[in-house]
C-alpha cells in the first residue's frame, strides 16, 4: 500500500513529466520550427518611372479612360505606349506613360487630329473599352473650320469664339446645345457646364475633331462622348440618351453627335466639359457670346 502511494505521488509531482512518445521513429526536437521567410509583394509596374514628367500613378477607381481625359489623351494611345493587353486591368499605384514615347512632356506631344471629311453619324456601340487597334495618328494639322454656326450657337456665321493666341489655341468654338445654362463652371464642384434641354435635344460637336471615346464607362458621366480637337484640347457630353458616334470618327463643328438625356444624372441635361492638355477650363470663356 506504501508502495502505491509513492508512485501515485511521483506521477503527481510535476517534475517528473510523462516521456513524449514518437511513433515516426525520428527524435524529437524541443525547438520550434522557424517559419518560412514572408516573400515581400511585387511592386505595381513602372515604379522606375513614378514622379517624372510624362508619367501617371494609377489612383484607387482610376480607368484608362478617366485617365485619358484628365492627360488630355486617346485612353487607347495610353494602352498602346504602355503595352496594355487588357486596358481594363491596370493596378492602383501602376506608373503610365501618358505621353507619346519619344516626346517631351512639357512641349506639344502629338500633332493635332485633321478631321478629313465629315462623317456618317451612326450608332454607337454600348462597349466602353477593349483591346482594339489605336486610332491612327494625324499627319497633318487642324484647319480651322470655315462651317456656318450650328443651330445650338443661336448666332450667326460671324460669330467665333475668343482671338487664338496661338497654335493649338486656334480653335473654333460653338455651343453644343441650344439651352439654357442651369450651372456654371467651378473648378471644385463643376468641370464644366450644365446645359438644360429636352430629352431627344440634339447635342452638337463644339468643334472640328476626332472622337476618342463614345459609351458608358465613366462613372458619374452617364452615356459619354469624348472628342479630341488638337494636341491641346478635348471637349466632353456627357448624360446623353442616344450616340450618334463611334470612336475614330471625325466630327465637324455644329455636326448632331448625340441626343440629350439623363444617362447618370437626376435631369435631362448635357454636361459640357473643355479640357487644356487634360486640365478643365471655363467653356463660357471660349464659347461665343449669344
Same mark, same amino acid.
Given at each position: ?34 517559419? /518560412? ?9 513602372? #515604379? ?15 480607368? &484608362? ?7 488630355? #489623351?486617346? @485612353?487607347?494611345?495610353? /494602352?498602346? @505606349? ?9 493596378? =492602383?499605384? #501602376? ?5 507619346? !514615347?519619344? /516626346? ?13 471629311? +465629315? ?14 487597334? !489605336?486610332?491612327?495618328? /494625324? ?25 487664338? +493666341? ?6 473654333? @468654338?460653338? @455651343? ?16 464644366? &457646364? ?20 463614345? $459609351?458608358?464607362?465613366?462613372? $458619374? ?5 469624348? =472628342? ?12 446623353? #440618351?442616344? &450616340? ?16 440629350? $438625356? ?17 486640365? !478643365? ?10
Amino acid at each position: 500500500m506504501a508502495v502505491a502511494a509513492a508512485v501515485l505521488a511521483g506521477c503527481a509531482n510535476p517534475s517528473h513529466r510523462a516521456p513524449v512518445e514518437d511513433r515516426s521513429g525520428r527524435p524529437v526536437s524541443a525547438t520550434p520550427t522557424p517559419a /518560412a521567410p514572408e516573400t515581400a509583394p511585387k511592386p505595381p509596374p513602372g #515604379q522606375e518611372n513614378l514622379g517624372k514628367p510624362g508619367y501617371y500613378a494609377v489612383k484607387p477607381g482610376d480607368t &484608362l479612360i478617366r485617365i485619358g481625359l484628365e492627360n488630355g #489623351q486617346n @485612353w487607347r494611345d495610353i /494602352a498602346r @505606349w504602355n503595352n496594355l493587353e487588357n486596358p481594363d486591368r491596370i493596378e =492602383v499605384g #501602376q506608373v503610365v506613360r501618358v505621353v507619346p !514615347p519619344g /516626346a517631351d512632356p512639357n512641349g506639344v506631344v502629338v500633332r493635332p487630329v485633321a478631321p478629313t471629311a +465629315r462623317a456618317e453619324s451612326r450608332p454607337a456601340s454600348g462597349s466602353a473599352s477593349g483591346a482594339s487597334a !489605336p486610332a491612327p495618328a /494625324a499627319t497633318a494639322p487642324a484647319a480651322a473650320s470655315t462651317a456656318s454656326a450650328s443651330p445650338a450657337s443661336g448666332s450667326s456665321s460671324s460669330s467665333s469664339a475668343p482671338a487664338a +493666341r496661338d497654335g493649338d489655341d486656334d480653335v473654333n @468654338w460653338t @455651343w453644343p446645345a441650344a439651352g439654357s445654362v442651369v450651372a456654371g463652371f467651378d473648378e471644385v464642384r463643376s468641370k464644366g &457646364l450644365s446645359i438644360a434641354g429636352k430629352a431627344g435635344d440634339p447635342v452638337y460637336a463644339a468643334a472640328d475633331g476626332r472622337v476618342v471615346y463614345a $459609351g458608358s464607362g465613366l462613372r $458619374g458621366y452617364g452615356n459619354l462622348i469624348i =472628342v479630341k480637337h488638337n494636341a491641346t484640347y478635348l471637349s466632353a457630353y456627357a448624360h446623353n #440618351q442616344t &450616340l450618334l458616334v463611334k470612336e475614330d470618327q471625325a466630327v465637324r463643328r455644329g455636326q448632331k453627335i448625340a441626343e440629350m $438625356g439623363a444617362s447618370d444624372a437626376d435631369r435631362v441635361q448635357l454636361h459640357f466639359e473643355i479640357r487644356r492638355q487634360g486640365k !478643365p477650363v471655363d467653356p463660357a470663356k471660349l464659347l461665343p457670346s449669344r
